[in-house]
């Protein structure tokens, strides 16, 4: 069965540090890979998405991914934490892509930004 | 519509009773989802409808619970025998067949159970 595995379930960085959330996943054969964000009383929305193609991808807000087989891991990182990306974020794997498989999601990382 | 619609926002109900909480997906989305979250549980999954296929309903935690969805559109998730380990936030979310997409989500419903 697929699973996702977000290492820590708070971090807590500096205004204009490096931000790095970790996920780890189990698969077969290689998935589909999103990253979401949850703001505060907010609905969760699409930072950026791996499918095929190059495997670091941007997204928004300064954000980015990397797919990396070898280490089956997507992790999600910022060169420089602003305020406002104080959230929660999901990582979230499909099997089989497009509207064919199940999606799950990681338990979350909740970012903290300290001024 | 332009999103998905969840109903109601919030819903408070008392223990042992039942609740229906409905869903809206994107006009032409096949697949939709339900998901679970708690404090500190993450997006927990319950049950995947895709198309016309027998739904996934590997996550559903027991048999109080069971989710329809009419007409390949609309889903309703219903919970019976209220309990309070029940109260979260029931999210659900719908993706399009065309290419390979992510889920869009809606604001979800928040269940009290009291």
């Known amino acids: 069965a697929q699973s996702v595995t977000q290492l820590g379930s708070h971090v807590s960085v500096s205004e204009g540090a490096l931000v790095l959330l970790r996920c780890n996943y189990s698969s077969s054969v290689p998935p589909y890979l999103f990253w979401y964000v949850q703001y505060p009383n907010q609905g969760l929305q699409l930072l950026l998405k791996y499918t095929t193609g190059a495997t670091l991808v941007k997204g928004i807000n300064g954000f980015e991914a990397e797919f990396k087989k070898s280490e089956t891991s997507f992790h999600l990182t910022k060169p420089s934490a602003h305020m406002s990306d104080a959230a929660e974020y999901f990582c979230a794997v499909s099997p089989l892509g497009g509207s064919q498989g199940n999606l799950i999601f990681g338990k979350g990382t909740k970012l903290s930004v300290k001024p | 519509g332009a999103g998905v619609s969840q109903s109601p926002s919030n819903k408070v109900t008392e223990k042992g009773k039942d609740v229906e909480l409905r869903c809206d997906p994107i006009?032409?989305?096949?697949?939709l989802y339900w998901y679970r979250q708690s404090l500190g549980q993450g997006l927990e999954f319950l049950i995947y409808f895709q198309g016309n296929s027998a739904p996934d309903k590997s996550g559903l935690p027991s048999d109080r619970f069971s989710a329809e969805r009419t007409g390949g559109s609309v889903s309703t998730l219903t919970i019976q025998r209220t309990q309070q380990e029940d109260s979260a936030v029931y999210l659900c979310?719908?993706?399009?067949?065309?290419?390979?997409?992510?889920?869009?989500f809606g604001q979800g419903t928040r269940l009290t159970v009291v």
């Open positions: 006009s032409g989305h096949t697949a």
């Open positions: 979310a719908s993706r399009s067949r065309q290419g390979v997409t992510e889920a869009f």
